[in-house]
T-cell receptor, first 114, second 109 residues
Framework: DAEITQSPRHKITETGRQVTLACHQT?????MFWYRQDLGHGLRLIHY???????NKGEVSDGYSVSRSNTEDLPLTLESAASSQTSVYFC?????????????FGQGTRLTVV | DAKTTQPNSMESNEEEPVHLPCNHS???????IHWYRQLPSQGPEYVIH???SNVNNRMASLAIAEDRKSSTLILHRATLRDAAVYYC??????????FGTGTRLQVFP
């Protein structure tokens, strides 16, 4: 079955280190999204992509970057991790047009920056 | 992006129907209304979506007001597994899902 997977599921890193979170989907979806969710809050959009070589900034993009070199993967990089980036990160994908299609979410990566 | 207003929390007993309301008075004419839910410690999962007409699927029903400024997600018989945070999200042609704070549904045995 097609799926969307995130790795690692849990990570602890130190302040100032570069961290990359992986997101891989086998749906062949054009749209991919990264969100963060802080304790007790809703999800906030970090970056998104509509296809290969396309990336766009979301609501809370400062300190994060993404690249889309193929359809299946959208890795999220924290250039210099900060304690404020401790959060749970979710990746999602959807087929275009996404307003009439359902999105699929990964199980999340819990990141702790110490 | 259209703004949404949902109750912070709601309660239900098991096997009773649940009506989860959402106000989206700034929705544009072409935005679809999506509902997602997030079970504890999981990623969000799709529930249902619609444009103007009421919609049914195996999980729930979606009732959309005639003026489209509000909608109601209906769970016909709540189970303990339905305890989750439910998000109502107008989705435009940018395909982005912009989450609000949602409604936390508690289901009691």
């Amino acid at each position: 079955d097609a799926e969307i997977t995130q790795s690692p599921r849990h990570k602890i890193t130190e302040t100032g280190r570069q961290v990359t979170l992986a997101c891989h989907q086998t749906w062949n979806h054009n749209n991919m999204f990264w969100y963060r969710q802080d304790l007790g809050h809703g999800l906030r959009l970090i970056h998104y992509s509509y296809g290969v070589q396309d990336t766009n900034k979301g609501e809370v993009s400062d300190g994060y970057s993404v690249s889309r070199s193929n359809t299946e993967d959208l890795p999220l990089t924290l250039e210099s991790a900060a304690s404020s980036q401790t959060s749970v990160y979710f990746c999602a994908s959807s087929e275009s047009p996404g307003n009439v299609r359902k999105a699929f979410f990964g199980q999340g990566t819990r990141l702790t920056v110490v | 992006d259209a703004k949404t207003t949902q109750p912070n929390s709601m309660e239900s007993n098991e096997e009773e129907p649940v009506h989860l309301p959402c106000n989206h008075s700034t929705i544009s004419g072409t935005d679809y209304i999506h509902w997602y839910r997030q079970l504890p410690s999981q990623g969000p999962e799709y529930v249902i979506h619609g444009l103007t007409s009421n919609v049914n699927n195996r999980m729930a029903s979606l009732a959309i007001a005639e003026d489209r400024k509000s909608s109601t997600l209906i769970l016909h018989r709540a189970t303990l597994r339905d305890a989750a945070v439910y998000y109502c999200i107008p989705v435009d042609n940018t395909d982005k899902l912009i989450f609000g704070t949602g409604t936390r549904l508690q289901v009691f045995p």
